[in-house]
């Protein structure tokens, strides 16, 4: 992925279907702008091959697209204004562009791109403010069971925004907000009972989780796998275990230490290999048996002993990061 597959991916709208051929679908932004009503049929689809993209409508026939040395078409500035991004953005892209057309060094190039507000299911309010609420019994029979699986997890009530919405389909579910500059971009809701899915989320592929709390006066940045466990420690998340481009920048351009805390699992050894690429730091403290991800961590120790020992057990060396990867490589499952 390059920066300009990078921007379309993270631009996409949530709702977006991949169909087997590779094709993305979703409703398309440009029929409006070509006197043609709003597409609901998810008419647009993108494609990304050999470093490159292609868009059509099948709606409104408008193309656009890219291939590396050549520079965007007014067809896909326009595109790519219509999805949202920037102007600031786009004269990046363009410059982008423009270095590979020339044969430049890129590295220099950052990239901030704009996530897309989402809506909540309806009937959506923090945990919170429901409980403050008068409530017929069934309503707050849920929200105690709810309530008891966070507490379950290790969780604090004040740690996060926790929600939870009335909306069939997801009483049963723990509604967790995915914030970007104070606004609501995705969020998943996680099932409080066994069956799937486990999670319901709804997010941009390019999303960090918890990166709106990463304020300038911190010193270092904790990356996670898992939500509950950038809750846990105040970090962030990428929601699997190999961040794609989209995420690292987004790390990067934080400007901080970046500490990455893998999950005990074989996957886990995949974001040591991030890690390793990207010149990021690495800590596995030994939390005894029985703790796999941070979330248990903080359950078994608290929160401060769980930081603490983080901070006490990350490791810069190449050698001792290839040594941990290892390690993770042979866990037994
Ligand atoms: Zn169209």
């Given at each position: 992925m390059n920066l300009i597959q990078t921007a379309v991916q993270t631009v996409l709208p949530?709702?977006?279907?991949?169909t087997p051929s590779g094709w993305i679908s979703f409703n398309a932004?440009?029929?409006?702008?070509?006197?043609?009503?709003?597409?609901?049929?998810?008419?647009?689809?993108?494609?990304?091959?050999?470093?490159?993209?292609?868009y059509h409508c099948?709606?409104?026939?408008?193309?656009?697209?890219?291939?590396?040395?050549k520079l965007l078409s007014k067809n896909t500035k326009n595109l790519f204004t219509w999805l949202g991004i920037p102007d600031s953005e786009l004269q990046k892209l363009?410059?982008?562009?423009?270095?590979?057309?020339?044969?430049?060094?890129?590295?220099?190039?950052?990239?901030n791109l704009t996530l897309k507000e989402i809506e909540l299911p309806e009937m959506?309010?923090?945990?919170?403010?429901?409980?403050r609420e008068d409530l017929p019994d069934d309503v707050s029979q849920q929200l105690i069971k709810i309530y008891q699986y966070l507490l379950d997890r290790g969780m604090e009530i004040n740690w996060y925004n926790w929600s939870w919405s009335y909306t069939p389909g997801y009483r049963d579910?723990?509604?967790?907000?995915f914030y970007h500059n104070g606004k609501i971009v995705g969020f998943t809701g996680r099932k409080i009972t066994d069956g799937k899915p486990k999670y319901l989320t709804h997010s941009q592929p390019g999303y960090v989780f918890n990166i709106d709390r990463q304020t300038p006066d911190r010193q270092c940045v904790i990356v996670v796998e898992g939500q509950f466990d950038a809750i846990a420690i105040d970090g962030c998340a990428i929601m699997h275990n190999e961040p794609n481009e989209a995420q690292i920048m987004r790390l990067r351009s934080l400007g901080r230490e970046?500490?990455?805390?893998?999950?005990?699992?074989?996957?886990?050894?995949?974001m040591i290999e991030t890690a390793v690429e990207q010149g990021w730091t690495v800590s596995m403290p030994d939390w005894g048996d029985g703790v796999k991800d941070v979330a248990d961590a903080v359950k078994k120790f608290g929160?401060?002993?769980?930081?603490?020992?983080i901070l006490h057990y990350k490791e810069t060396n190449e050698i001792k990061k290839q040594l941990l990867k290892k390690k993770l490589e042979h866990v037994e499952l």
């Open positions: 949530p709702k977006h279907k991949s932004p440009c029929c409006v702008h070509n006197g043609e009503s709003a597409d609901t049929k998810s008419r647009a689809g993108v494609i990304f091959k050999e470093d490159g993209f292609t099948f709606n409104c026939n408008f193309k656009a697209g890219w291939t590396p040395g363009s410059l982008y562009t423009l270095q590979i057309k020339e044969n430049q060094p890129v590295a220099k190039v950052e990239i959506t309010m923090s945990i919170e403010e429901w409980a579910r723990l509604l967790i907000p970046v500490i990455v805390v893998p999950d005990r699992d074989k996957p886990g050894a995949k929160r401060v002993y769980t930081l603490f020992t």
